[in-house]
């Protein structure tokens, strides 16, 4: 079993994770057990959040709900995590449909962002990438470029932090992330991309999604350190300009378009809905905040990866 360095976490696992490895005593414990058939209902339990089909139909993906022995994360058919009280251990088990490979990257998203969010800081929908250990984070909802983004700056010379979940603390003024995925993972439309690195293999994840490993040095303090957080960008790919415009937020606007982008989606538990509405109102005041609203035919420029990269130490307000 090894020992993974996951969102500000040491986890040890059966199973491998898309993060760095480190020699730690873990906090969080993962153990895979033989596969099973998952049920594709609701688990009995205390509902803390969902997340159901787009498509409207009615079919329920996913389930957290708190039980008795703990919590249990039931990804409808495909994937179970019981947690402990504590989140110091975890038991993993894949339906007999699913790809091997499914419970590594579920582990990395579904249940890093679980941890965090049961924790004292929040789990946000989100990407980054770093210059140094200064950190600009790509904020958004599913489809929104987000790992497009963070890709089109690592070509341009910066690291990747994390792909799709974001950990972030705040104590005001200071915002501050922690080093997550190692990997993007780009959607067929963004595949081409690859060409941008040459020396990266990619490969294809059990989602159909090209993977490409742009995490590729450790910041200064290894991979469980603090990165203040320096900006934040919000695509809007609907955005309708005729010209690509990074054009600063303010604090009422950034906060208007964070709040939505929780990592765990619909949580009920107003604890942690306070929780974030709270940090997230923090990151609005602190941090410079950006929507990005590129025509379409921007959204592979790598022109647009150094505008991002641009951003360290700061934009122009416009």
Known sequence: MRTFALHGLAIASDVPLDAWEVERAPGTTIVAHPTRPIPTEQPAGTLLSHIDAV??????????VQVVGGFLLRYHGLAEFAVSPDLSSVSLALDPSAHEEMGSLIAGAGLGAFLVTMGADIALHAGAFRLGNQVVAIVGDTGFGKS?????????GAELVTDDTLRVGVDEPEVWCYPGSRSVRLRTSAAGMTGLFPLVPARTSPDHRAVLE??????EGGPLVRLPLAAVVLPDPEGGCKDRRLRRLSPQAALARLLPCGRMWNVIDPAVQARHFAACAVMARSVPAYSLSPPERYWLSPDLGAE???????????
């Open 55 to 64: 498509d409207g139909d009615g079919r329920r993906l996913l389930s957290v």
């Open 308 to 318: 991002l990269v641009g951003l360290l130490p700061t934009v122009p307000a416009g």
């Open 148 to 156: 497009t983004l963070a890709a089109l700056a690592c070509a341009s």
């Open 214 to 219: 742009l995490a590729r040095s450790l910041p």
